[in-house]
């Protein structure tokens, strides 16, 4: 499967951003998805996942309370909502897909499969 993410840009501390990230293939309701994020000098973190219907998610505690993950698995797309953005949200932010059928919402980057290019967000303070 081909992931490419999109919607990433600049914009001021306290304003919101949503990324798309588009799938390919026909079995993008089989996958539980994830968001995964990069920043200069960091180590790639987990941001959210959710899983193959959209019934679970799980959240970074960074983000909780400000950052939504969905999906549409009509559209075979994976959408992460961010609200109230800060500085420190700044990254290269990352899909990725989890083709294990056994596979549950998880952050450990891994156990994911696939990964999409890569959407830059940069938030100005």
């Known amino acids: 499967v081909q992931l490419q993410a999109s919607g990433g840009g600049l914009v001021q501390a306290g304003g919101s951003l949503r990324l798309s990230c588009a799938a390919s293939?026909?079995?993008?309701?089989?996958?539980?998805m994830g968001w995964f994020r990069q920043a200069p000098g960091k180590e790639r973190e987990f941001v959210a996942a959710?899983?193959?219907?959209?019934?679970?998610?799980f959240y970074a505690d960074s983000v909780k309370g400000r950052f939504t993950i969905s999906r549409d698995n009509g559209k075979n797309t994976v959408y992460l909502q961010m609200n109230s953005l800060k500085s420190e949200d700044t990254a290269v932010y990352y899909c990725?897909?989890?083709?294990?059928?056994?596979?549950?919402?998880?952050?450990?980057?891994?156990?994911?499969?696939?990964w999409g290019q890569g959407t830059q967000v940069t938030v100005s303070s």
């Open positions: 293939g026909r079995t993008f309701s089989s996958y539980v």
């Open positions: 959710i899983s193959r219907r959209g019934a679970s998610t």
């Open positions: 990725a897909a989890d083709f294990s059928l056994q596979a549950t919402v998880n952050a450990a980057a891994d156990e994911y499969d696939s």
